[in-house]
């Protein structure tokens, strides 16, 4: 259940990242998405070869850049989900244990 809420919680965190990436490019001129964008480019190349080539046509019947654009949203928001899941599944798991061993001991 932690392993699911942890999932749940890293997908809201990744996506208010983005929307405040997208926010402060526009307030500020800056290339906030660019960063926000950035780990696409560890994550493409394995999605690449687990995705067959057809996909994106099946998903997106036009294709082209709409289905182009969809593959670098979905690879960026995977690693920021899994380095906010990751910490709140941290936190969560040691606050457990404290409450744990808190109940334990009187």
């Known amino acids: 259940m932690l392993v699911l809420k942890s999932i749940a919680i890293g997908v ?3 996506i208010a990242l ?3 990436s997208f926010g402060a490019a526009s307030l500020f001129h800056s290339d906030a998405v660019g960063l926000y964008i950035a780990p696409a480019n560890l994550v493409l190349p394995f999605l690449g070869r687990i995705l067959p080539s057809g996909w994106a046509y099946t ?3 036009s294709g082209g850049p709409a289905a182009g ?3 670098i949203l979905v690879s960026a ?3 920021w989900t899994f380095f906010f899941g990751a910490i709140y599944f941290a936190w ?3 606050r457990r ?3 744990r ?5 009187p």
Request: hydrophobic share 65%; charged share 10%; no cysteine.
């Open 12 to 14: 809201l965190a990744a």
């Open 18 to 20: 983005a929307v405040l």
């Open 59 to 61: 998903v997106v019947p």
């Open 69 to 71: 654009v969809l593959l």
């Open 77 to 79: 928001i995977l690693p």
């Open 92 to 94: 969560a798991a040691s």
């Open 97 to 99: 244990k404290r409450a």
């Open 101 to 105: 061993a808190q109940t334990d001991n």
